[in-house]
């Protein structure tokens, strides 16, 4: 596709059921990144793949969230037992290079978590 | 580690009046900076970069920033704004030291509202 789309655009998700958010990077892309963003609040980094390789998980805010790109390209988070502190928009992003390189990062539309 | 500071969260301006768009950062190595737009319903989309050379940047659409090393600084100005360029305005840093992936590190956006 012509930039990085992800699904669904909305979910509203019932407290402690698991959800799956989808992204389908830009074809070729080596990088991927995953973005939390709160109500009001700039993105806040969560976790970054170079090809399936998950090289930095650091953002990730509790064992309940994981992440995969099994095949280097689509990437899935999941949220394991959602909690009300869940609910925010998870951005999507995709990078030609790697690390260190010269290299814009495009952003898909995000996912909105609602956790009621 | 790196922050980012954007005092301002709204700014009301109103059609063809100039405007800026205030960034600050901090960190401790050497730092690429950027800045983002968000319009309605879309996903981010930069806007202009620093990352070497001359400290005045400029967009495409009539913006640009300069970095102020002393000042720790990334200021957004626009001589005469437009209704269209109302949205949301993120400034971001990540450093080319790193050796994991440029990162980027959000401030929590500014809010701006052109007024007919």
Redesign the interface.
Known sequence: GA??SQSPRYKVAKRGQDVALRCDPISGHV?L?W?QQAL??????LT?F?NEAQ??KSGLPSDRFFAERPEGSVSTLKIQRTQQEDSAVY?C?S?LF?????????????TRLTVV | AQS?T?LD?QVPVFEEAPVELRCNYSSSVSVYLFW?VQYP??????LL?Y?SGSTLVESINGFEAEFNKSQTSFHLRKPSVHISDTAEY?C?VSS?D????????????TRLTVIP
């Open positions: 930039g990085v990088s990144f973005y009001g609040q700039g993105p806040e980094f970054y170079q090289l930095d951005l992003a990078s790697g690390a260190g390189r010269d290299t814009e990062a495009f952003f898909g539309q995000g | 980012v954007q969260s983002y319903n879309q996903g981010l989309q930069l970069k990352l993120f971001a080319p790193q050796t994991g992936a440029n990162n980027l590190f959000f401030g929590t956006g």
